[in-house]
């Protein structure tokens, strides 16, 4: 048995190419199966089954694409509605891929209908296991509880204490751990750890779902760490059950200025996805940062950020355009109305669009804050509440970057400086104040920095 992982660090998964040389088992693939397809040719295997753990909330799966095109056998719980044709797979069912030997085991409490499987290659290796968790049992805690409802959520977590220790019952301790969330994906929860590989006798010995004797102060504790999610959530799991077609990754013609002046008169979302301080210091009026290329904050930021099925217009070099809407396809926000952009970085937006207002903003770091901040000023932390209550600026006003756009009326008529943990939220924030009108400055620094730079911090 051999296990090829397919990672997507823009959402925090992974996906898994499962074969015995001949023919292969897709676990959990992203809507863009090309990188699946590549990976299977050139493993020199057929794909002939593909499985599901669960209907995913953190992005669109390409599951029922990807068997289509193959003509390979698609496994679903049978306990999910779906409105297409699949195989429906159940608790305790042992399943063929070539030699390999699949049992589906029940793991609910990520979603109430969540599979794992536990694959055997029962001829070869001596009998080597793996376990694919999805967002179950993940490297240092689970999958979060309280994506299907409030009332479900303590439900589901109780459930998962139980389904990881049925799962680790269910395979030898040797058995390599292949989890589908929990590489910076929101859909884990807890102390996850930043390992890249384990095995079940390992997480028995330091996940605390495993080691916690007690399953209330384990659903206790897993409560207490829930944390805000990105909004297009709402949107994958009934996506993912009505089937989606393939995702069109094809950059569209560039649109002309006069175009591009009508969209942004309108109010419509153009999205630069330049270096923050190059926005900074010049941009389209009306335009708004989400920088690609740094880290891995664009995807899950932008859908939690922009309105859902908005027209989009994604401006900048043509190369992160083309990354930037398959990253888009992944979540459902498909074919952006538009791109505009050169081959070559966009050293500033008035070579790109002549003639169309352009705006800017001041940028610094703490000393600039410590130097030019004026007493009726607002410092603004755009981090999530539970960044803020572990240390904050003295004085600083909280509203996190995803519900700036519904609150920037509240705000007090005054010059805001605006930060984050790292300086990217704050470039997401400080365009959308540029937006509205307001005074704005960004704050490029890292929030760990400001103290030592002379900034008063608390508690």
Known sequence: MDVVVIETPQLGDRSYLVHDGTVALVIDPQRDIDRVEAAAAEAG??????????????????????????GAEYWVNAEDHVSFNHVPVTDGEVRRVGRLAVTVVATPGHTHTHLSYVVRDETHDGGTEAVFSGGSLLYGSVGRTDLISPHDTAKLAHDQ???????VDSAVPEAALYPTHGFGSFCSIGPASHQ??????????SNHALTDPS???????LLENITAYPAYYAHMSPLNAAGVGPADLDVPDSVDVVEL????????WVVDLRHR???????LQGSVSFEYGRGDNFTSYLGWVIPWNQPLTLLGPADEVEKAIRDLARIGIDSPDAAVGPDSKIPGVGALAPGLPS??????????LLKSRRPEDLVLDVRRPEEFESSHVKGALNVPVYELLGKITELP???IWVHCATGYRASVAASLLDRAGREVVLINARFRDAAGAGIETMP
């Open 359 to 368: 705006s800017s903003y001041r940028h610094g770091d703490w000393t600039e």
């Open 261 to 268: 002046g009508r969209r942004l008169n309108a109010g419509e």
């Open 196 to 205: 890249d590989t384990s095995t079940i006798a390992e997480q028995a010995k």
């Open 215 to 221: 399953e209330d102060h384990f659903v206790a504790q």
């Open 45 to 70: 295997v057929r794909i002939t089954h593909v499985a599901e753990t669960h209907l995913h909330n953190d992005y669109v799966t390409g599951g029922l694409v990807l068997a289509e095109k193959h």
């Open 413 to 415: 008529d005054a010059r």
């Open 161 to 167: 204490y139980s389904s990881v220790r049925r799962l």
């Open 277 to 283: 301080v190059a926005f900074a210091d010049s941009h």
